[in-house]
């Protein structure tokens, strides 16, 4: 088995950030999504992947390479224009040949894995399974109906009655059946080739298409506050560990992580946090959800739940809470007393009430 990963599209819903960056490299706990998602493929056995990229296509070259350091084969596949996940498998048809795969939304977090998915799929003989999970609303999902056995019966993209509360959550796991599918369907109304038609036809050529329900923890990463989210679940899943140095007038409560080449002075550390490598923590109270990049720098300052990027610096700023801080911006205090929020994107500078 193959897996083919999608890392293209704008992530418009996370703009600013994604004007610089693409938006499967923004951290959770201090790690890409794209990483996260990687090593859960990895997990599964499967070790060739392809990853579909667009216009960020080149950074997501640098930041993850040619895989080997996670025990990964990858090879870039480049989508000119966002035009459906069903073209992505299109596009990539001569690089998964006629083998089973894995499709993977590089902007998914499933934190439990799929390897019980993987291997359910592996022993059912079918012709596709398509993880699902329970939502509140699934009006903003493709909506997975199934008969008494776990077969879907229909898919239905963002339905506005939807007839069940089943989402599909962006992993599937496909034979080479669907490539038949994707080349007889024809782009939907927003000019996309859906997955969820080629889908639907393969359901309706008899083919078999089960539905696995999602036990674990998933979020789709495609907002600021889902990556927020994202970052408290996966910070409270690390273990304790300081590498880090930290001086006698720091006090640490719960699960704290200090990366090699970061130190913390006169500070209170509440986990879960992490602290990445070479950043300095100064007369600060940090945590808890928080996660302090590489190279940040935050002084006098009090952060809670939040992710503060690569190089961001914080001076001052008594209360802030639930903000994402860019790369390299600066954030500093002005006169005022109530907390601050902010999404603030690259290189952006600052000034907020202390």
Same mark, same amino acid.
């Given at each position: 088995? =193959?897996?083919?990963?999608?890392?293209?599209?704008?992530? *418009?819903?996370?703009?600013?950030? &994604?004007?610089? &960056?693409?938006?499967?490299?923004?951290?959770?706990?201090?790690?890409?999504?794209?990483?996260?998602?990687?090593?859960?493929?990895?997990?599964? +056995?499967?070790?060739?992947?392809?990853?579909?990229?667009?216009?960020?296509?080149?950074?997501? @070259?640098?930041?993850?390479?040619?895989?080997?350091?996670?025990?990964?084969?990858?090879?870039?596949? @480049?989508?000119?224009?966002?035009?459906?996940?069903?073209?992505?498998?299109?596009?990539?048809? /001569?690089?998964?040949?006629?083998?089973?795969?894995?499709?993977?939304?590089?902007?998914?977090?499933?934190?439990?894995?799929?390897?019980?998915?993987?291997?359910?799929? $592996?022993?059912?003989?079918?012709?596709?399974?398509?993880?699902?999970?329970?939502?509140? !609303?699934?009006?903003?999902? /493709?909506?997975?109906?199934?008969?008494?056995?776990? $077969?879907?019966? $229909? #898919?239905?993209? =963002?339905?506005?009655?939807?007839?069940?509360?089943?989402?599909?959550?962006?992993?599937?796991?496909?034979?080479?059946?669907?490539?038949?599918?994707?080349?007889?369907? @024809?782009? *939907?109304?927003?000019?996309?080739?859906?997955?969820?038609?080629?889908?639907?036809?393969? #359901?309706?050529?008899?083919? &078999?298409?089960?539905?696995? =329900?999602?036990?674990?923890?998933?979020?789709?990463?495609?907002?600021?506050?889902?990556?927020?989210?994202?970052? $408290?679940?996966? #910070?409270?899943?690390? +273990?304790? %560990?300081?590498?880090?140095?930290?001086?006698?007038?720091?006090?640490?409560?719960?699960?704290?992580?200090?990366?090699?080449?970061?130190?913390?002075?006169?500070?209170?550390?509440?986990?879960?946090?992490?602290?990445?490598?070479?950043?300095?923590?100064?007369?600060?109270?940090? +945590?808890?959800?928080?996660?302090?990049? %590489?190279?940040?720098?935050? *002084?006098?300052? +009090?952060?809670?739940? *939040?992710?503060l990027l690569e190089g961001a610096a914080? !001076?001052?700023?008594?209360?802030?809470?639930?903000?994402?801080?860019?790369?390299?911006?600066? #954030?500093?205090?002005?006169?005022? &007393?109530?907390?601050s929020r902010l999404i603030v994107g690259d290189h952006a500078q600052a000034?907020?009430?202390?």
């Open positions: 088995m =193959k897996a083919l990963v999608l890392s293209g599209g704008t992530g *418009s819903r996370l703009r600013p950030f &994604t004007y610089s &960056t693409a938006k499967q490299l923004l951290p959770v706990a201090n790690k890409p999504v794209l990483r996260h998602c990687l090593e859960k493929i990895r997990e599964t +056995g499967v070790s060739e992947v392809g990853i579909i990229v667009g216009d960020h296509g080149d950074q997501i @070259r640098a930041a993850i390479g040619d895989g080997a350091d996670l025990g990964l084969e990858i090879t870039y596949i @480049r989508q000119q224009a966002p035009l459906g996940l069903a073209h992505c498998i299109a596009i990539a048809a /001569g690089f998964l040949g006629d083998e089973n795969f894995v499709m993977y939304l590089g902007d998914n977090i499933l934190a439990d894995g799929i390897v019980a998915a993987a291997e359910t799929f $592996r022993a059912s003989g079918c012709d596709a399974t398509v993880l699902v999970a329970g939502v509140p !609303d699934p009006r903003a999902y /493709g909506v997975a109906e199934l008969d008494a056995d776990g $077969r879907i019966l $229909r #898919l239905v993209e =963002k339905p506005p009655e939807p007839k069940s509360d089943l989402a599909v959550i962006g992993v599937y796991f496909f034979t080479a059946a669907i490539h038949r599918s994707v080349a007889a369907i @024809r782009p *939907s109304g927003r000019g996309e080739l859906e997955i969820t038609d080629a889908i639907q036809h393969l #359901l309706d050529s008899g083919g &078999t298409v089960l539905a696995e =329900k999602y036990q674990g923890y998933w979020q789709d990463t495609g907002r600021p506050e889902d990556l927020l989210d994202c970052n $408290r679940e996966l #910070l409270a899943r690390l +273990g304790p %560990r300081i590498d880090g140095e930290i001086d006698a007038e720091t006090s640490v409560e719960g699960s704290v992580v200090i990366e090699a080449g970061a130190k913390v002075i006169r500070s209170r550390l509440v986990g879960p946090l992490v602290v990445g490598a070479g950043s300095v923590i100064s007369d600060s109270a940090i +945590g808890p959800g928080v996660a302090v990049g %590489r190279e940040c720098v935050v *002084s006098g300052a +009090g952060v809670t739940d *939040s992710i914080v !001076d001052s700023v008594p209360a802030l809470r639930h903000s994402i801080i860019g790369r390299w911006a600066k #954030l500093s205090a002005a006169d005022g &007393t109530r907390p000034e907020v009430a202390t």
